[in-house]
Nanobody, 123 residues
């Protein structure tokens, strides 16, 4: 699976952004997809994941109620809708794939990573 994230940018606090992740490869439709983020000087942090069917989602407490993950298997694309953004959401966001169905929040359980897209939220 190859992943290409896009949609990052600069937004004011309270604003919204939608990240997209275009995937290629036959394993996409059977992979759990997710998003991680990493702020400067901080460890990678799990954000959200979605099952291969889209029927199950899971969020970090820090984004629950503000972010929504979704996928369109026909388009091989995963989305992260981010609303009510806060300055602490500023980070590089990475699209990830778990082809082994680990259903994990740990970064090493995700075997495919995209290149990252910068999200900056100003106060």
């Amino acid at each position: 699976v190859q992943l290409q994230a896009s949609g990052g940018g600069l937004v004011q606090a309270g604003g919204s952004l939608r990240l997209s992740c275009a995937a290629s490869g036959r394993r996409f439709s059977r992979s759990i997809m997710g998003w991680f983020r990493q702020a400067p000087g901080k460890e990678r942090e799990f954000v959200a994941r979605i099952s291969w069917s889209g029927g199950m989602t899971y969020y970090a407490d820090s984004v629950k109620g503000r972010f929504t993950i979704s996928r369109d298997n026909a388009k091989n694309t995963v989305y992260l809708q981010m609303n009510s953004l806060k300055p602490e959401d500023t980070a590089v966001y990475y699209c990830v794939a778990d082809s082994r169905s680990s259903y994990s929040e740990t970064y090493y359980d995700y075997d495919y990573w995209g290149q990252g897209t910068q999200v900056t939220v100003s106060s």
